[in-house]
Nanobody, 126 residues
Framework: QVRLVESGGGSVQSGGSLGLSCSASGIIFSDYCMGWFRQAPGKEREGVAYIGRNGGTTYADSVKGRFTISRDNASNMLHLQLNSLKPEDTAMYYC????????????????????WGQGTQVTVSS
């Protein structure tokens, strides 16, 4: 059974920092393209950051330079460091895994993410 469990969300003031983590089980973690997504109330879900099997990273323009995605394949953990937080970063944050064939070549692959966590809330006050 595949499980992705996020942790580390919370409430901070504008300019503050948070660290999110995602624990993965039931998958060969190192074989997966991993991503962090977020969804604010009334808005569509958006991809925030991605990390490929080889460690290559991609970020949304809105978080570039402020967020850092990383992975620890030995412990099956995905991380997202959030710095210089803004009120518009307020959202539920989800981790997700993409096992598609094409994820071997690009992350995100465009084929969609197979597995999702339950989310962790990040709230940034001004």
């Amino acid at each position: 059974q595949v499980r992705l469990v996020e942790s580390g969300g919370g409430s901070v003031q504008s300019g503050g920092s948070l660290g999110l983590s995602c624990s993965a089980s039931g998958i060969i973690f190192s074989d997966y393209c991993m991503g962090w997504f977020r969804q604010a109330p009334g808005k569509e879900r958006e991809g925030v950051a991605y990390i490929g099997r080889n460690g290559g990273t991609t970020y949304a323009d809105s978080v570039k330079g402020r967020f850092t995605i990383s992975r620890d394949n030995a412990s099956n953990m995905l991380h997202l460091q959030l710095n210089s937080l803004k009120p518009e970063d307020t959202a539920m944050y989800y981790c997700a895994a993409d096992s598609s064939y094409y994820s071997r070549f690009a992350c995100p692959s465009g084929s969609g993410f197979d597995y999702w966590g339950q989310g962790t809330q990040v709230t940034v006050s001004s």
